[in-house]
């Protein structure tokens, strides 16, 4: 199998959907046209050969560039595209709630001016975040996390994002991708403590948005051996190579030497990828 295009993120399906493991798809682009996505999961335990031809399309323009500039977008469609929007970064500096619009309405309206849900993970440490409601699965595969459960619902971003603002003083905001990339023991009974914990912090204000939803949803990824050592693939320093593929977690292609590739680090990336049995 011989794949050729734009790289995007993978797609990481829900686990609850296949079992506990989570699906992954390979998504590439013609510039700006999608093309099919493939499955991935099967990839674990065969060999890939990579190669990349130095050309990069900013992800929102399609303009050809020789690096991007953040998130796979040139420096001007990064200070101008709503998906970079600082509140995507930073959600409690949305404003759409109150009517204020700071890129681009029809965006925030539809994906910041809507219920969100602040929650709790575990990547390698206990971390809190925010994402739209209903995407909090989709969120914790991308993250790599193994554990995650709901904390609260709000009825749009700016709020989720203070909440978040009010914890971060106290834990974690950030994925730590070395230690995401070993293997992670699991505690669900720690998720629970801390979800306890968070409301003691948070107080009375914020009561009214406290989630009652207790399951701690545990994550599995295709992964058939947890590297000891872990070295990052940059493809500007390595643009042709292969390795055996020994999983899948995060954003992350895992190879069996302990070499690592970040996906989306590189999406808009001109790639081709052979896929070959051992």
Same mark, same amino acid.
């Given at each position: 199998?011989?794949?050729?295009?734009?790289?995007?993120?993978?797609?990481?399906?829900?686990?609850?959907?296949? *079992?506990?493991?989570?699906?992954?798809?390979?998504?590439?682009?013609?510039?700006?046209?999608?093309?099919? &996505?493939?499955?991935?999961?099967?990839?674990?335990?065969?060999?890939?050969?990579? =190669?990349?031809?130095?050309?990069?399309?900013?992800?929102?323009?399609?303009?050809?560039?020789?690096?991007?500039?953040?998130?796979?977008?040139?420096?001007?469609?990064?200070?101008?595209? /709503?998906?970079?929007?600082?509140?995507?970064?930073?959600?409690?500096?949305?404003?759409?709630?109150?009517?204020?619009?700071? =890129?681009? =309405?029809?965006?925030?309206? =539809?994906?910041?001016?809507?219920?969100?849900?602040?929650?709790?993970?575990?990547? !390698?440490?206990?971390?809190?975040?925010?994402?739209? &409601?209903?995407?909090?699965?989709?969120?914790?595969?991308?993250?790599?996390?193994?554990?995650?459960?709901?904390?609260?619902?709000?009825?749009?971003?700016?709020?989720?994002?203070?909440?978040?603002?009010?914890?971060?003083?106290?834990?974690?905001?950030?994925? +730590?991708?070395?230690?995401?990339?070993?293997?992670?023991?699991? !505690? /669900?009974?720690?998720?629970?403590?801390?979800?306890?914990?968070?409301?003691?912090?948070?107080?009375?204000?914020?009561?009214?948005?406290?989630?009652?939803?207790?399951?701690?949803? &545990?994550?599995?990824? /295709?992964?058939?051996?947890?590297?000891?050592?872990?070295?990052?693939?940059?493809?500007?320093?390595?643009?042709?190579?292969?390795?055996?593929?020994?999983?899948?977690?995060?954003?992350?292609?895992?190879?069996?030497?302990?070499?690592?590739? !970040?996906?989306?680090? +590189?999406? *808009?990336?001109?790639?081709?990828?052979?896929?070959?049995?051992?």
């Amino acid at each position: 199998m011989i794949l050729k295009g734009n790289v995007r993120k993978m797609i990481a399906s829900p686990a609850s959907e296949f *079992g506990g493991t989570v699906k992954y798809q390979f998504q590439m682009f013609d510039v700006l046209e999608p093309l099919p &996505s493939v499955d991935m999961n099967d990839w674990v335990g065969k060999r890939l050969h990579w =190669r990349f031809d130095g050309v990069v399309h900013c992800v929102v323009t399609g303009e050809s560039m020789k690096q991007a500039y953040r998130m796979g977008m040139s420096q001007r469609a990064f200070f101008n595209s /709503p998906i970079s929007c600082p509140s995507i970064i930073h959600p409690e500096l949305s404003t759409i709630h109150t009517g204020v619009v700071l =890129r681009d =309405r029809e965006f925030e309206e =539809r994906y910041h001016n809507v219920p969100h849900i602040v929650y709790l993970s575990r990547t !390698n440490k206990l971390k809190v975040g925010v994402t739209g &409601s209903g995407r909090e699965q989709l969120r914790w595969n991308d993250q790599g996390a193994v554990e995650g459960i709901l904390l609260c619902v709000t009825p749009y971003r700016q709020l989720a994002g203070e909440i978040e603002v009010v914890l971060k003083e106290h834990m974690n905001d950030k994925t +730590h991708w070395l230690g995401m990339l070993k293997e992670v023991e699991r !505690n /669900p009974d720690e998720l629970l403590e801390l979800k306890d914990e968070c409301f003691d912090i948070l107080g009375e204000n914020y009561e009214p948005f406290f989630s009652d939803d207790d399951v701690v949803h &545990s994550i599995h990824y /295709p992964v058939d051996v947890y590297p000891s050592k872990v070295t990052s693939i940059k493809l500007v320093k390595t643009p042709e190579g292969s390795g055996i593929l020994a999983g899948i977690k995060g954003q992350y292609l895992i190879f069996t030497d302990g070499r690592v590739m !970040n996906v989306r680090a +590189h999406e *808009g990336c001109r790639l081709e990828i052979e896929v070959v049995q051992n």
